[in-house]
């Protein structure tokens, strides 16, 4: 196998193309190689997503997320199974969280999903959240790019455990799947803000454990459209979703190939819109990512760290109001280098 | 950048019935500041090798307490080199006779690690001898 090492080295570019170029063709090797790049943010992986994002745009984007012990990872591989029995390829993205104390992780998503070694169109992803608090990786968006231009007909992406409001994988995904165990919670847990407000279907997973069909009974009722009287001009205010409630056994199947359908139900119903919310928000989330790191990026810049430390500094003292300190480095950034 | 974490895959072969040990490792090299991948019982050496090249990790560790150690960790070492993966730190440990470690050096396991190893010393000889993390 060619090593294009040297050349990453020499000319990221041109080291990029070969990559990219292999990763779209089939090579799982230059996929696999090219996520890690993207992982580690580096000038390579930059230049391979300005090559791929016009190739990416064709798979179905999933997220699955839920608290800790929910059953994402057996659910993901209960659905792994479905979508190849239809003969569609599929790629996951596993997201567990990185230590805040010592920058290491345990990433234990595959244990449920080693079935599948000998098949070629299922490939998993591991990866640490490094430091990103909103369930996913800051690098989760551009990983999936990837895989969607190097193919793959569905890609699940799973977040970490998640409580009440890591709600970013709506942004990185069509369609957003929440899990709930039963039991979890009363009805007032099922009507607080956060996740269970970007679901677009709510399933109640290990659904042979008692209380299941009563959480779920719940969910619906308390998840059902409130109906709008009188809101006159009031249909372009953003609204929560109000989503199905499924219930599945992941360890078993039960009811996993109907989550499949619906799946591709929601599908289908935002291909219809002209343009979905789902993708223009993971747009505008995606540029506004990288907006931030430019921005952060130019503060750091030789000709302006001087200015940037000046102003840090004066307002630890108080010298200078946060709000008064942004416009003066928007105003310098703006003015260009020098 | 070079301080990027180490990714760890840690895996079982064969036909063990517990993996302890393997978790213990798992959790201390975390602790240890590694990206650590761990897949579980039973792996295959198909399994091994699919997962390391997925997952594009540094090191492979194999924890292998069966006594299956000299078929199954060259099959898994000849796997990793067919699919290009010949940069990538192969170590083994659990119950592995001393007699049998010079085969299995030959096979491609750069180190064993036997009984009574520290996790610390294990993290040491893995950050002195992983490849380099700046390839892409």
Known sequence: MSRSSAGAETDPAAAATELANAAVA???RALARLLTAV????????????LLYPKA????????TGPPGSGKSTLVAALIARVREAGR???VIAVDPSSPITGGALLGDRVRMQAYAGDRDVFIRSMASRGHAGGLASTSGAAAAVLDAAGFDLIFIETVGTGQSEVEVAAAADTTVVLEAPEMGDEVQAIKAGLLEVADLVVVNKGDRPGA?????QLRAML??????GASGASDRPRPKRPDVLITTAATGEGVAELLAALDAHRSAGREGRTPAARLARAEAQVWAILADRLRESLHDADRRALSQETLDAVADHRLDPYAAADRLLESIAKGPG | MTDRPIKVLIAKPGLDGHDRG??????????????????????TPEMVATAALQEDVDVVGLSILSGAHMTLLPKICRLLREQGLDDVLVTAGGIIPDD???????AGIAEVFGPGTTIAEVADYLRGHARARDRV
């Not at chain 1, 000038?43 to 300005?50: H, S, T």
């Not at chain 1, 745009?57 to 699955?64: E, I």
């Not at chain 2, 393997?22 to 792996?43: C, H, I, M, P, S």
């Open chain 1, 57 to 64: 745009g064709r798979a179905h984007l999933v997220g699955v």
């Open chain 2, 100 to 106: 049998d470690i010079p085969a299995l050096k030959e």
């Open chain 1, 39 to 50: 992982e580690n943010r580096t000038p390579l992986a930059e230049a391979a997503l300005r």
């Open chain 1, 89 to 91: 390829s599929v790629a």
């Open chain 1, 26 to 28: 089939g090579d799982r």
């Open chain 1, 224 to 229: 059902v459209a409130v109906p709008r009287v």
């Open chain 2, 22 to 43: 393997a978790k213990v490792l798992a959790r201390g090299l975390r602790d240890e500041g590694f990206e650590v991948v761990y897949t579980g019982l039973r792996q």
């Open chain 1, 213 to 217: 069909g009563r959480t779920a009974s």
